[in-house]
């Protein structure tokens, strides 16, 4: 298994299925990783870094173990774990995990739901972590832990992102096979057919 910092300085799409099964303890509620989508910055289209840095995603241009945290919709916050070298803007985006530690916390944040559903969508899985745009530029290092051993290629589906209009096709969102915290597919009303 390849060293945190070194896989951190790959690209997004080959980070992302590597991060599925880490834990990522924040707030006192710890996830394990079931869904993620990789974004490549200025290679990207549907990427926030695609025309360059500004304001909102200088966190993203680097350096790699960093988060970046966004506001989405006016409404939500999501997360993403930075990757690549310095100056590239690849990231991560944190779909969705299932609560392995903190779940009262993850509860009292989240209200009445199933379990599974406590951090299932990208802006749920922030809220049970208590992550907010506090947390953007946050040095990941002793809060993310990867697995011992990489969840095996079998047990991992990828497929099309979720929400973006544009790169829609590209297959970037992976996610455990039958993990039901994972979200479900939702491809975006802008996206051409």
Not at 6 to 9: I, M, N
Not at 32 to 35: A, G, I, P, Q, S
Not at 94 to 101: I, P, T, W
Not at 138 to 144: K, T
């Given at each position: 298994?390849p060293g945190?910092a070194?896989?951190?300085?790959r690209?997004a799409?080959?980070?992302?299925?590597?991060?599925?099964?880490?834990?990522?303890?924040?707030?006192?509620?710890t996830v394990?990783?079931?869904?993620v989508e990789a974004?490549?910055?200025t290679?990207?289209?549907?990427s926030?870094?695609?025309?360059?840095?500004?304001a909102?995603n200088?966190?993203?241009?680097g350096?790699p173990g960093r988060?970046?945290?966004y506001?989405?919709?006016?409404?939500?916050w999501c997360a993403?774990?930075?990757c690549?070298?310095a100056?590239?803007a690849s990231?991560?985006l944190?779909?969705?995990?299932?609560?392995?530690?903190g779940?009262?916390t993850?509860?009292?944040?989240?209200?009445a739901?199933?379990?599974?559903?406590?951090?299932?969508?990208?802006?749920?899985?922030?809220?049970?972590?208590g992550?907010?745009r506090?947390?953007?530029g946050?040095?990941?290092?002793?809060?993310?832990a990867?697995?011992?051993?990489?969840v095996?290629?079998?047990?991992?589906?990828?497929?099309p992102r979720?929400?973006?209009?544009?790169?829609?096709?590209?297959?970037?969102?992976?996610?455990?096979?039958?993990?039901?915290?994972v979200?479900?597919?939702?491809?975006?009303?802008r996206?051409?057919r």
């Open positions: 298994m945190w070194e896989l951190l300085l690209p799409p080959e980070v992302a299925p590597r991060l599925l099964g880490a834990r990522l303890t924040h707030g006192g509620v394990r990783l079931t869904e974004y490549d910055g290679n990207d289209a549907a926030h870094a695609y025309r360059g840095p500004t909102r200088d966190v993203m241009f350096p988060l970046y945290v506001f989405s919709y006016g409404m939500h993403n774990v930075v690549g070298p100056g590239t990231a991560v944190l779909r969705a995990g299932e609560v392995v530690d779940l009262l993850a509860r009292q944040r989240r209200g739901r199933p379990d599974e559903a406590l951090a299932r969508g990208p802006a749920n899985l922030t809220q049970a972590l992550i907010d506090n947390q953007d946050l040095d990941l290092d002793g809060l993310l990867l697995p011992e051993e990489p095996p290629a079998e047990d991992i589906l990828s497929g979720v929400g973006v209009s544009l790169a829609h096709d590209v297959p970037w969102r992976f996610w455990l096979r039958g993990d039901r915290s979200s479900a597919y939702r491809r975006s009303p996206a051409p």
